[in-house]
């Protein structure tokens, strides 16, 4: 097989990992947002996060993994809209902000 082709599917095996990889951890920082937003009486807005940042980071045993930070908006009257954010470090939460309230995990 030349070349070529090896570093093509190697490429293409590579994006699609990412691409299931990164929706995995988007459902788990979903489902946290959503949790946190309950926990404090908020509404969590369009049920969804977007993703602001990906960068490559160490975990605690050093491992290389993907930490992704995405923002998502809650409402605590209804009427307004306001920012929060969750950090993801590979599938584990480092962190929800809703308001003023920091959570870590």
Request: one cysteine or more; hydrophobic letters at 50%; glycine letters at 6%.
């Amino acid at each position: 097989m030349p070349l070529f082709e090896v570093f093509s599917l190697t490429l293409l095996v590579a994006l699609a990992w990412l691409w299931f990889d990164s929706i995995k951890v988007r459902d788990i920082a979903v489902a946290e947002a959503r949790h946190a937003c309950a926990a404090d009486g908020l509404q969590f807005l369009d049920e969804t996060v977007a993703i602001v940042s990906l960068k490559p980071a160490r975990d605690d045993d050093g491992r290389l993994v993907l930490r992704r930070a995405y923002a998502f908006e809650y409402s605590d009257t209804g009427n307004d809209r306001r920012p929060g954010s969750i950090v993801m470090l590979g599938q584990e939460v480092l962190f929800v902000n809703v308001g003023l309230r920091l959570t870590a995990s």
